[in-house]
């Protein structure tokens, strides 16, 4: 690295100067440049599409992911212009089935939090068990085999919650409630 800002302090000075103080060597200036380039930005990344955004455009809906695919980007290009109308009509739309999709991500992080409390009080109980009595034997403690329990519980019932919200969800949506085989947009 020092070489490089030795070249460049040089390369800099020279430049200061008159052009016929530079250096004749051009293949020097060549390689001074060579070192200086930024590298061209990597190509844009693209969402990754999961099966809940094909579930939405199976239906007819649209996400993000979806629409910043390159085939819907030209085909968006290439369509006609709308009305302003229909534009306004095409935004409620759209604004209605947000909002649905809010809720339902809404349900599931309401899920997950209850869920991550419900195995942070469990841990901190059993951290503050052997806190307080070191020499207790996990192996048929009544006090662990509850919050064994109540973690096994509270997984279920996060489970069946989240298998709620997405029923919930998908009848908003008008999407059948059977697994669909996956097809790729």
């Known amino acids: 690295m020092n070489a490089v800002r030795k070249a460049l302090s040089l390369h800099f000075r020279d430049s200061a100067t008159s052009i016929y103080s530079r250096p004749a060597d051009p293949a020097q200036d060549a390689e001074l440049i060579a070192m200086t380039t930024v590298a061209p930005p990597l190509q844009k990344s693209f969402p990754e599409i999961n099966s809940l955004d094909h579930q939405i455009a199976m239906a007819g809906g649209s996400t993000m992911a979806v629409e910043a695919t390159r085939p819907r980007?030209?085909?968006s290009k290439?369509?006609?212009k709308t009305t302003p109308r229909a534009l306004k009509q095409q935004w409620l739309q759209q604004?209605?089935?947000q909002e649905r999709e809010n809720d339902f991500y809404t349900d599931c992080f309401k899920n997950f939090h209850r869920?991550?409390?419900t195995v942070m009080d469990s841990t901190q109980d059993l951290a503050l068990q052997y806190?307080?009595?070191p020499g207790a034997s996990p192996a048929g403690d009544p006090r662990?085999?509850?919050i064994i329990v109540l973690l096994r519980t509270a997984l279920d019932k996060s489970r069946m919650e989240e298998a709620q919200a997405e029923v919930e969800w998908k009848r908003q949506c008008g999407l059948s409630n059977e697994k669909v085989a996956t097809r790729w947009v």
Request: hydrophobic fraction near 45%; glycine fraction near 6%; charge should be positive.
């Open 73 to 75: 980007l030209r085909m």
């Open 131 to 133: 806190h307080f009595n």
């Open 78 to 80: 290439r369509s006609p």
């Open 95 to 97: 604004g209605k089935q």
């Open 115 to 117: 869920l991550v409390a």
């Open 144 to 146: 662990l085999i509850r």
